[in-house]
């Protein structure tokens, strides 16, 4: 549990590192990552596949803060085959997801859909295999959507806005072009296109490649009826009662209350605080 706490942590301080950093030095190009298959689990799962309390190890870190490989790997089976030694990403999360591409899907035996990370309700089930258990998901498995994260500053820098989907144009030795990209806009991204073994296979892709959108045109005529629909804040909930021991900005995002109230024990980080200045909440400090 205080792994946790710190992992957390570090999380925000690289946070506040990224806010102090120029853009890309690569004008106008977009460094593409090559996104093998991999599992993100919920604490809960972990504990069922490794053992009571257990802990995922750092591996390595990867381009977005935060984020690391794991050392623990697990097996994917499906009805007509597995996939063994699949990377646990980390830090654990609040669902468990896993993206495969589709030639993993045919070896499985599964027809898992095509969604943008996170988007799990309905997905196909899996069923994970660890060292101490096994865990059978009834939804969780994708073909993750081509996307690429950005910082708001770089969302203004390319004219794009979170959740539009545009269309790529990727060089190399067999240059591609991808529609239906998707792009995500959050403080906590650094500037980055994840395509999956399958897309880059197909142009021949490796790492260190970039990438450049080339529908500007569509992009300004985008409009605002073809933005994700905003909550009122009428439909929002007033209060939410936070009961984990650390509030970070990433919960205080996550949460639709205009009313955080947290016990008097509860750490909340300074870019929480920021966050909840910023996002005109009220953070409400609960007596035990």
Same mark, same amino acid.
């Given at each position: 549990?205080?792994?946790?706490?710190?992992?957390?942590?570090?999380?925000?301080?690289?946070?506040?590192?990224?806010?102090?950093?120029?853009?890309?030095?690569?004008?106008?190009?977009?460094?593409?990552?090559?996104?093998?298959?991999?599992?993100?689990?919920?604490?809960?799962?972990?504990?069922?596949? /490794?053992?009571?309390? !257990?802990?995922?190890?750092?591996? /390595?870190?990867?381009?977005? #803060?935060?984020?690391?490989?794991?050392?623990?790997?697990?097996?994917?089976?499906?009805?007509? +085959?597995?996939?063994?030694?699949?990377? $646990?990403? +980390?830090?654990?999360?609040?669902?468990?997801?896993?993206?495969?591409?589709?030639?993993?899907?045919?070896?499985?035996?599964?027809?898992?859909?095509?969604?943008?990370?996170?988007?799990?309700?309905?997905?196909?089930?899996?069923? *994970?295999?660890?060292?101490?258990?096994?865990?059978?998901?009834?939804?969780?498995?994708?073909?993750?959507?081509?996307?690429?994260?950005?910082?708001?500053?770089?969302?203004?820098?390319?004219?794009?806005?979170?959740?539009?989907?545009?269309?790529? &144009?990727? =060089?190399?030795?067999?240059?591609?072009?991808?529609?239906?990209?998707?792009?995500?806009?959050?403080?906590? !991204?650094?500037?980055?296109?994840?395509?999956?073994?399958?897309?880059?296979?197909?142009?021949?892709?490796?790492? +260190?490649? /970039?990438?450049?959108?080339?529908?500007?045109?569509?992009?300004?005529?985008?409009?605002?009826?073809? *933005? #994700?629909?905003?909550?009122?804040?009428?439909?929002?909930?007033?209060?939410?009662? /936070?009961?984990?021991?650390?509030?970070?900005?990433?919960?205080?995002?996550?949460? =639709?209350?205009?009313? $955080?109230?947290?016990? &008097? &024990?509860?750490?909340?980080?300074?870019?929480?605080?920021?966050?909840?200045?910023?996002?005109? &909440?009220?953070?409400?400090?609960?007596?035990?």
């Amino acid at each position: 549990m205080q792994e946790n706490l710190i992992q957390k942590v570090v999380e925000e301080v690289l946070q506040q590192v990224l806010k102090n950093q120029p853009s890309s030095q690569h004008d106008g190009k977009i460094p593409v990552g090559v996104s093998a298959r991999h599992v993100h689990l919920a604490q809960a799962e972990v504990e069922q596949l /490794f053992g009571e309390n !257990y802990q995922l190890t750092p591996k /390595f870190e990867l381009s977005q #803060p935060g984020q690391f490989a794991a050392e623990e790997t697990v097996v994917i089976a499906g009805p007509k +085959g597995s996939v063994e030694r699949v990377r $646990i990403l +980390g830090p654990a999360r609040s669902l468990s997801q896993v993206e495969i591409s589709w030639t993993d899907a045919m070896k499985l035996g599964v027809k898992p859909p095509l969604r943008i990370s996170g988007d799990i309700k309905g997905s196909s089930p899996v069923t *994970l295999i660890g060292p101490k258990g096994s865990v059978v998901l009834n939804e969780g498995l994708i073909i993750a959507q081509a996307h690429i994260h950005m910082s708001p500053a770089d969302s203004a820098r390319f004219q794009v806005v979170d959740g539009q989907s545009v269309q790529i &144009k990727i =060089e190399g030795l067999r240059s591609i072009i991808l529609s239906n990209v998707t792009i995500r806009v959050s403080e906590r !991204y650094r500037l980055e296109m994840h395509i999956d073994t399958d897309e880059a296979n197909a142009g021949l892709i490796q790492q +260190g490649a /970039f990438a450049e959108i080339v529908n500007a045109q569509a992009n300004e005529q985008m409009n605002v009826k073809e *933005l #994700p629909p905003i909550v009122s804040q009428a439909e929002r909930p007033l209060s939410y009662q /936070f009961d984990k021991k650390l509030l970070s900005q990433v919960e205080v995002l996550e949460i =639709e209350a205009r009313e $955080i109230v947290v016990p &008097k &024990k509860t750490i909340v980080t300074a870019l929480a605080y920021d966050k909840i200045r910023e996002l005109n &909440k009220t953070l409400t400090i609960r007596s035990e």
